[in-house]
């Protein structure tokens, strides 16, 4: 099944998420692609069940054919950056095995930084994984994957083995692409020997009661005509209001915001409709499926203070 953020609970439970199977050991793909690993592999472990993450929204829906088509019924998909997804949705001690086969290996100079397998992520694993969990990791990119032995050294949370890969690694979209090219496989398993304490990423229901909000009166002539692009860097985030527009038929303004936080990088909007009462509201839309984090509630902080700046008076907040 595709399950939306709003389908989780942070953090989730595998009996909540799974509960035909409520004991199966929970394993999670990062970045599954087409879905050819774990519709392959899957029957193998008839009794785990199975969380895939990924970015790109076409590969959900190839990998959601692929496995429904295999038969895996114990076997959830949803779109997300996979570090957040571990961070709020999996709780600590909760997974049995984290499974990358072929992540992006930003293979130029001075990208390392956007690598997956980087110490951070290795604690975090750790964190989620429980005693005796494994990260498993194949890929072609030899450079990639010294590294990353060096990043899971560093975080001390693990010791690695060389057994063979799963076939099925063999077998994924990308694994197929760089045989062609003759290129060589690497595998490793790093099992967990600490756990860390990384604390769950606090995230709201989007879909539930309380949106952040806030409640202003604007003064007569109130217009945006004068929009121009602002950066707050006051708190822990970075919120960028990037435009904003008018709606066509109503009083009602929407701004774009762009929100950086330590895990998550969002865009959302924030609506301004001025209601029957002559006050407006300011407030997170639920467009787009937001996560609603520390840096969403401040992009609705940052909003209030714009209009605020434009002669608004503020009668409440709740952000
Ligand atoms: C090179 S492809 C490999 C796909 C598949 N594992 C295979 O072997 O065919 C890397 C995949 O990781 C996904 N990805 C990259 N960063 C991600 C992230 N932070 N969270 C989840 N998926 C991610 C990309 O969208 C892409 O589909």
């Not at 005509?225 to 303004?253: C, I, M, P």
């Not at 895990?263 to 002559?278: F, I, N, P």
Request: proline share 7%.
């Amino acid at each position: 099944m595709i399950l939306r953020l709003a389908d989780f609970r942070f953090p989730d439970a595998p009996e909540r998420l799974y509960p035909e199977n409520p004991n199966g050991d929970w394993v999670l793909e990062i970045g599954f692609g087409d879905g050819r690993f774990w519709a392959e592999h899957g029957p193998n472990e008839a009794d785990a069940n199975y969380l895939g993450v990924e970015l790109s929204g076409v590969s959900l829906l190839k990998a959601q054919r692929r496995l429904t088509a295999a038969g895996l019924n114990n076997a959830h998909l949803t779109r997300l950056p996979a570090s957040t997804l571990v961070r709020a949705v999996t709780g600590p001690g909760s997974l049995a095995r984290i499974i990358v086969n072929f992540p992006d290996p930003w293979p130029k100079a001075g990208h390392e930084e956007h690598r997956l397998l980087r110490a951070p992520f290795f604690t975090l694993a750790a964190s989620r994984l429980r005693p005796g969990g494994e990260v498993w990791f194949t890929t072609d990119h030899e450079e990639y994957f010294q590294f990353a032995l060096q990043e899971a050294q560093k975080s001390g949370c693990f010791t690695a083995t060389f057994p063979e890969p799963p076939a099925a690694a063999l077998r994924t979209k990308y694994a197929l692409k760089w045989r062609e090219l003759g290129l060589s496989v690497h595998h490793v398993r790093w099992r967990a020997v600490q756990s860390p304490n990384v604390p769950v990423l606090p995230v709201e229901d989007s879909q539930g009661d309380h949106v952040p909000h806030a409640i202003v009166r604007l003064p007569e002539d109130f217009q945006l005509s004068n929009f121009r692009k602002t950066v707050d860097r006051t708190g822990e985030h970075v919120v960028v209001v990037l435009d904003a527009y008018r709606h066509a038929s109503r009083d009602q303004w929407v701004l774009l915001t762009h929100v950086e936080e330590r895990d998550l990088t969002q865009e959302a909007l924030v609506s301004v409709t001025v209601r029957e009462d002559g006050s407006a509201l300011v407030r997170l839309e639920r467009f787009g499926g937001p996560i609603i984090t520390a840096g969403l509630k401040a992009a609705v902080g940052v909003v209030t203070t714009f209009l605020e700046e434009r002669g608004a008076s503020v009668t409440h907040r709740s952000y």
